[in-house]
């Protein structure tokens, strides 16, 4: 089969013929119908240092995609040749005490699809059938393509009450202009959306921000003077992994909010650490998607009237998938999809 794999230890991806991946008693094989392209896939294909520290060569990469099950193994039950899946990215260890808890999420040894073993950017591919998602028919393919960046929104955003509150997205990534729809979606009063492209601000504004700003030409103490918020915002989503934007939003988050941290600092930060204690604010890292509550409600959100088709913003042949490379690297582009 045809796949787009990190074969050498230097910048760029290879599309390779490489054997359909072997599927076990309880796992799928599914045929890939759709991917997009996710940061951590641009990581690898500029192989830098932790692509370097972590990915191990030759690897198919990938790990969001949409496709239909092509068989399974002897001892699946509730799957069968024909279902149109997506799957949790994580692969946990059902050993750790937090798997047998029921928190796959906080795995501490949890294995990624496409990073730490065979990826989805492949005409095939197997997955633990206890990972996999059965798409519901009323959900189009390109969207249960984006589940698992979707699905980091809803997890973080959910993380909190939001009902009648207002929240601060710092960084409108596909990941936080997805936050920005269920954000409203769920009933948030003030979404004040941050970024410094301002493509994505655009975005961010067409998907659900009621007020979007780039913080290199407004402050978000004018913001809130605009909005005629005189406390502080309640709830805030650190989605840039910008040391800056996270010092900025602790400057504006009112006594007693909540802060989710989803973006990934590049290094250890110094921040003013004295805002969190004077502030009494609550913090929450975030790590994935819980396993499987956040599938369940990103599914209903999508059921219940939420319209996130706008963050797809290109869609390549597979074939093309420099083009696409190229579009997430610009920055002018939301999800970018290849089509297989
Ligand atoms: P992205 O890189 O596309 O988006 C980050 C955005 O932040 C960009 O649009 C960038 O312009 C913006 N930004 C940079 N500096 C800023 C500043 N000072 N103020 C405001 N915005 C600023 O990433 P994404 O795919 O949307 O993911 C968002 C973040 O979450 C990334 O840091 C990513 O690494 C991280 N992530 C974490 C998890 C997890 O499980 N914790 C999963 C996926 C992604
Ligand atoms: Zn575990």
């Known amino acids: 089969m045809k796949a787009l ?56 990469t990938g790990h969001e995609y949409c496709g239909v099950i092509e068989a399974v193994g002897d001892l699946v039950a509730d799957f069968k040749p024909g279902d149109r899946v997506s799957g949790e990215g994580h692969i946990t260890c059902r050993h750790c005490r937090n798997c047998r808890a029921g928190r796959r999420h906080l795995c501490r040894n ?10 989805c950017f492949g005409e095939f591919f197997s997955l633990p059938a206890t990972n996999g998602f ?19 929104a809803t997890h973080t955003a959910l993380s909190q ?24 979606h769920v009933g948030a009063r003030h979404v004040v959306v941050t970024d410094i492209n301002e493509y994505r601000l655009d975005l961010a504004k067409r998907l659900g921000a009621t007020y979007t700003l780039n913080p290199q030409e407004k402050s978000l103490q004018e913001a809130m003077q605009d909005l005629g918020m005189h406390e502080g915002f309640d709830v805030g ?81 597979v074939d093309d998938y420099e083009l696409g490379f190229q579009a997430m690297e610009e920055g002018r582009s939301g999800k970018v999809i290849l089509e297989w």
């Open 5 to 60: 794999v990190k074969a050498k230890s230097e910048p760029g991806l290879w599309m390779q013929d490489v054997p359909v991946p072997e599927y076990g008693p309880n796992d799928l094989l599914i045929r890939i119908t759709h991917t997009a392209i996710c940061g951590t896939d641009l990581h690898i294909y500029h192989w830098d240092d932790w692509a370097q520290k972590t990915v191990p060569v030759p690897m198919v």
């Open 134 to 152: 059965k798409i519901p028919d009323d959900i189009p393919s390109e969207i249960a393509t984006i589940l698992d960046p979707f699905g980091n």
């Open 237 to 317: 989503l650190e989605m840039s992994g910008s040391p800056v934007a996270f010092q900025s939003m602790l400057e504006t988050m009112n006594h007693g909010g909540s802060v989710a941290l989803l973006g990934i600092f590049p290094k250890p930060i110094v921040t003013d650490w004295s805002q969190v204690i004077f502030k009494g604010l609550k913090l929450k890292g975030i790590y994935g998607r819980e396993m499987y509550e956040t599938w369940y409600k990103m599914t209903t959100m999508l059921q219940s009237g939420l319209d996130i088709t706008g963050i797809i913003t290109h869609r390549f042949q």
């Open 110 to 119: 949890t294995q990624g699809v496409g990073v730490d073993r065979p990826g």
């Open 161 to 184: 009450d939001m009902v009648g509150e207002d929240a601060l997205i710092t960084g409108a990534g596909p990941i936080g202009v997805m936050a920005a729809a269920i954000c409203r």
